[in-house]
């Protein structure tokens, strides 16, 4: 597929998304959010869902979190216009409440496309909710964040969700920055063909089996 033909595929898929009713939250829906950033990104972050500003803007991580994760990407040297952002669900929940399973199974088939598609080198999932949605995994995310994770031929690295940081404080924020640097030094590392993580502290490697992978189809 060349780019053209993955960023019309892109647009067909979020225009879908604008006027998808296959959830309760298209209901209170003022924009869809789909994605920004590249789609040529090597790296690619999952949020949880819009929130307030998101859902007026219909821009992914604009509002405070979006402004730490735009700061935090400046001091690893990139910009969001070099990376693909998306969430987990397209519609913002009410109160911005955790989106349920049934809005979850609604939504992830943009999400697998969009991975499929961007084809990212590395994943971040941020916070909770999109690492125990990719990785199928119980393990919280103070355990699992700063981990490389072999997933569908590519690596996920869980990081704190910005706002999750933002309420914390600057130990927070620092962690997150960590997990960024590691996420563009593993990129740098396997275009130079060595082995992700390279200079930094080893990471502990948590594989999923390849059958489960299977069972899972992506992610459930
Ligand atoms: N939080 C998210 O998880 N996603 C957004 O887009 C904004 C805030």
Redesign the pocket.
Known sequence: MTMVDVEARLAELSAQAAICTACRLSAGRTHA?FADGSAQADIMF??????Y??DRQG?????K??MLLDRLLGEAGLDRRDVY????VKCRPPN?RDPRPDEIDACKHFLVEQIRLVDPAVVMT??N??TKLLLKTTVGITRMRGNIIPWWGRVVIPTF???AALRSGPTMVETVKEDLELAVRTVRDRRAGREPGGDGPAPEQHEQAPEQHEQLGLFG
């Open positions: 959010v999952i949020g949880e869902g819009p929130g500003h998101e821009v992914p991580f604009v509002g979190a979006g952002i998306a969430n987990v911005n941020m916070g909710f999109s969700h910005p706002a």
